[in-house]
């Protein structure tokens, strides 16, 4: 409306609104110092404001919605919109929740402890008992969300009321659970399986509409933040199988301990994959099961500030923590937690802050350490009596009911005869295997010619206003000539074609790691940057509208977090050719939890697959310790029972069919790729235009150029091409060189074969680059050997060494002539 000059329109404050505002402002920055959050009160004792705290009616009103049982962290959040959301569903008189169904829920939860504990005295379980309100928290998070439009959640939880959550969450039976606890037929797990509070769950949540959200609970090791990229990765799949509304159908939820989620860096490289392109899942809801102990830590041991959260505020996200012992306001956080995620498709965080009634495990005694705070424990009710007696209502019949029907399930369990399944792959998991690999696994690779030409042809395309980089102008007429076969192939346009190939048959391909676009080496593009605008465009992603989906991504500066997200969708999307790059392959040691508890041992311990594939370049070129070796050893001490497969392809054909052969054959299992440096671009391990016709990737590269060597040498990578340029050089070809294009599993039919055909060789010889305590040395000679019937059987290699490789140039000239001088040795 219009008005005279120095009026007031409608939209202006008055001085009391203005008062108001700036008291509330106040509480709403720093109330949550003063909250009210440890139900034993020892910990998070109030603190001052940095401001002096307002007085009056107003700032009354303002400390009852900042300074209870809630307290919320959110005026770090650059948006005023959502703030203001936030301020609107705090700063109200909360609605009253089902008591009745809460408290069933609570009685659920402390008795199905308790009966573990009567029955099972000693054996751990990780009991949820001070925290139980997390049981009614998950329900009403699901029951939001399902009516949101959420039709299936991920759920990643370290041990601590995982068995809780299994029974009164995801809806396995009580028995189920007993049955684990009985160990039956331990035959059928020896040598695998894991440990109850470690495997994973599948189920189903029924909403009191009716709305069904399928759960799964992701198996997770002792290394407790270890799943949460991991369950990242799972939810980007199903999202991505959903397609376009896969973030309004898909809800990641992880539930973590708060001396983890303060302490373990993988959290923090998890955190910050919230809004990265590749990584994106619409916003995760983090839930906090908060003892205020580390296992014997205490808060002041374990966090540099006052919460365990505090490492969340590094993104602009809301944090709410909440006193556990009060089951309404658990309940009611859960819900605006819900309905944010779902508005703003954001992270959030909950801290539910309560207590631990043991110790960290049952057989644990907490009193040695925290004498003062087990005494509270020790006569304190359970939730589900407090909160009865608060709602005022008599709980026993139902306590009783409920504690007869947990009784007759453990005794089914006594009965039981066979370990119970716990969770279910989905169909699309149904056309792939693991296990050992039959012969009729394999499959062809080779493409003819004129293929590999017409796909060449695609590769180095792009549109007409395209501004090319004369560097990238220049290296596409060189791949245009490697299609015509006037040029040999190298690595990179190998990798591509093979690319190429797969998502021409409707394949999709995701590539990531630091700098994968380009590539660490100069030597990918698959993305091309316009020199003017800076706009990208990627080749593979426009064969044709029925391809395959085709992603790289330049991730974060994270290893295991990347990694783990990259295994994780490899979980859920099996079709998908899925790489993780090393930006060199010694980096990868910053994942080895990853590659450790999940890659290598997750079908053993839990019967699940993937068909992840590591690109780890490896070779020793006088870059130093941290630029050299890949650490080959380690990957040949994690192998058995063909849990995954070990390679290091010597020319760029071998390596294109390797990757073709890891997508099309039905067997998934963990790839890893021993990829070069400096022979990325070497004609000795440049490929020619037929070499892609050939049926297969080979195993073992038998030596074709000599007769009646005297010495057969055995090598892997660079190093056999160093020893064939160097034999070439010296005229001697008294000497064979067999490449092992596969370590593990271990190729003995072909590689007997190639070391039959020179019958009068008297010695073989493995040959590596690595010191002697690192490399393939270990495994391999006690194979040869077997393998080498009368002849004899040595090795070349460096001494042993403390680190993988010297740091100066020069010496390492010397040392790599001495190797070689040393391997093929003299004719006399």
Same mark, same amino acid.
């Given at each position: 409306?219009a008005?005279?000059? $120095?009026?007031?329109t ?9 008062e ?6 106040i ?7 003063? #909250? ?7 910990y998070?004792a109030p603190e ?19 300074? $209870?049982t809630?307290?919320?962290?959110f ?12 301020q ?41 008992e001070g925290? =139980? +309100?997390?049981i009614?928290?998950l329900?009403r ?6 009516g949101?439009?959420i ?14 959550v ?14 684990k ?7 059928s797990t ?35 933040? +270890?799943?949460d990229?991991?369950?990242?990765g ?14 309004n159908?898909v ?10 989620f #303060?302490?373990?860096g993988i959290? #923090?490289?998890t ?14 809801i ?14 002041e ?7 365990? =959260? ?7 996200i809301?944090?709410f ?6 089951p309404? #306001? ?18 959030i ?11 960290h ?6 009193t ?5 705070r ?15 007696k608060?709602?005022? %209502?008599?709980?026993?019949?139902e306590v ?5 029907e947990?009784?007759?399930?453990q ?25 050992e690999?039959?012969p009729q696994?394999d499959?062809?690779?080779?493409l003819?010619?004129?293929r590999?030409?017409?796909?060449v042809?695609?590769?180095?395309s792009?549109p ?10 220049k ?5 245009q000539e490697m299609?015509? $076969?006037?040029r040999?192939?190298?690595y ?18 995701? /590539? ?14 698959a ?8 706009v ?20 974060? /500066? ?13 979980r859920?999307?099996p ?56 650490r ?9 029972n ?11 054909a071998q ?16 790839l ?16 020619t ?10 195993n073992v590269l ?14 892997s990578g660079?190093i ?13 070809f008294? %000497? ?30 493995w ?15 006690p194979l ?17 060494s403390?680190?993988?490789?010297t ?7 010397i ?9 093929l040795?003299?004719?006399?």
């Open positions: 409306m008005t005279k000059a $120095g009026t007031l409608e939209a202006t404050p008055t001085l009391e609104q203005h108001r505002e700036t008291i509330f402002d509480f709403r920055r720093w109330g949550y110092l003063q #909250a009210s959050l440890d139900p034993l009160g020892q998070l001052p404001f940095p401001t002096p705290a307002p007085e009056g009616e107003v700032a009354k009103e303002a400390r009852g919605y900042y300074c $209870g809630i307290a919320v962290e005026m770090h959040i650059p948006s005023p919109e959502q703030r203001q959301w936030l609107e569903r705090i700063e109200q008189i909360p609605p009253t929740p089902d008591q009745a169904l809460i408290l069933t829920q609570l009685i659920r939860a402390d008795i199905f402890e308790q009966v573990i504990q009567s029955r099972y005295l000693g054996t751990k379980r990780f009991s949820l925290i =139980t +309100a997390l009614p928290f329900d998070i699901l029951a939001v969300s399902a949101s439009g039709t299936k959640a991920m759920i990643a939880m370290s041990h601590r009321g995982r068995l809780n299994m029974t009164n969450t995801i809806g396995r039976s009580p028995s189920e659970i007993f049955t606890f009985e160990d039956v037929d331990p035959r020896m040598g695998g399986g894991d440990v109850k509070y470690h495997v994973g769950a599948t189920g189903e949540y029924h909403s009191p509409e009716g709305k069904v959200i399928s759960l799964h609970l992701a198996s997770n090791p002792s290394h407790l933040e +270890a799943v990229p991991v369950v990242l799972r939810t980007r799949a199903k999202q991505e199988r959903i397609g376009k509304d896969g973030n159908q809800l990641p939820l992880i539930i973590h301990g708060d001396a983890a #303060a302490g373990q959290l #923090a490289e955190l910050n994959m919230a809004t990265l392109h590749g990584y994106n899942v619409g916003g995760t983090h839930v906090i099961v908060n003892n205020l102990l580390g296992f014997t830590a205490i808060p041991e374990s966090n540099s500030s006052r919460f365990a =959260t505090d490492i969340a505020k590094r993104l602009p809301p944090i923590h909440v006193n556990a012992e009060d309404d #306001a658990v309940v009611r956080v859960a819900a605006i937690a819900a309905e944010y995620r779902t508005r703003f498709h954001s992270d965080v909950i801290d539910l802050v309560g207590y631990r009634k043991h110790g495990s049952e057989v644990d005694d907490p040695v350490t925290q004498p003062r087990y005494a509270i424990i020790k006569d304190r009710p359970a939730l589900y009596q407090s909160y009865a608060q709602i005022g %209502v008599d709980p026993a019949a009783q009911k409920i504690q007869q947990l009784l007759d399930d005794k089914a369990a006594t009965q039981a005869d066979h370990k119970p399944q716990l969770a279910y792959l989905p169909a699309y998991w149904d056309p792939y295997k693991g296990g690999l039959e696994d499959v062809p690779t080779g003819s010619a004129e590999i030409n017409a796909l042809t695609s590769l180095t792009y007409n206003d395209f501004h090319i980089h004369p560097k990238v102008k290296l596409f007429e060189q791949r299609g015509a $076969g006037s040999l192939f190298d990179g346009m190998a990798e591509l074609v093979a690319f190429a190939s797969l998502l021409e048959a409707g394949t999709p391909v995701r /590539l990531s790691g630091q700098d994968s676009q380009r590539g660490t080496f100069n030597q990918r593009h993305v091309m940057v316009d020199t003017e605008t800076e990208r465009y990627t080749p593979l992603a426009h064969f044709s509208r029925k391809q395959g989906k085709f992603e790289v991504y330049n991730s974060l /500066l994270s290893e295991a977090a990347v990694l783990g997200f990259e295994y994780g969708f490899s859920d999307f079709e998908t050719l899925v790489l993780w790059e090393a930006q060199f392959g010694d980096f990868a040691n910053g994942a080895q939890i990853i590659i450790d508890q999940f890659i290598a041992a997750s079908e053993a311990k839990w019967g699940l697959l993937s068909g992840i594939v590591l690109l780890l370049p490896h070779g020793y070129e006088g870059q130093g310790p941290e630029h050299s070796s890949a080959i050893e380690r990957y040949l001490q994690l192998a058995a063909d849990n995954i497969q070990i390679c290091q392809p010597s020319n760029a390596y294109f069919h390797l990757l073709r052969r890891q997508a099309l054959r039905p067997w998934r299992k963990p890893v790729v021993f990829t070069p440096k400096s022979m990325l671009r070497h004609p000795d391990a440049s490929s235009l037929a070499d892609f016709a050939i049926e297969r990737f080979q038998p030596d074709n150029d000599v007769k009646d060597p005297r010495r057969l040498l055995v090598c660079k056999g091409h160093n020893l064939r340029v160097e034999r070439e050089k010296r005229k001697d008294s %000497v064979g060189i067999i490449f092992l294009e596969q370590m593990y599993p271990w190729p003995e039919d072909e590689l007997q074969a190639a070391l039959d055909q020179h019958p009068d060789a008297q010695e073989i010889i040959v590596q680059e690595e010191p002697a305590n690192m490399g393939a040395f270990s495994y391999v000679m040869l050997r077997r393998m080498a019937g009368d002849r004899a059987v040595l090795s070349v290699k460096r001494s042993a403390a680190t993988p490789a740091g100066s140039a020069k010496a390492h000239e040392e790599e002539k001495t190797l070689i001088d040393l391997a040795g003299s004719a006399d």
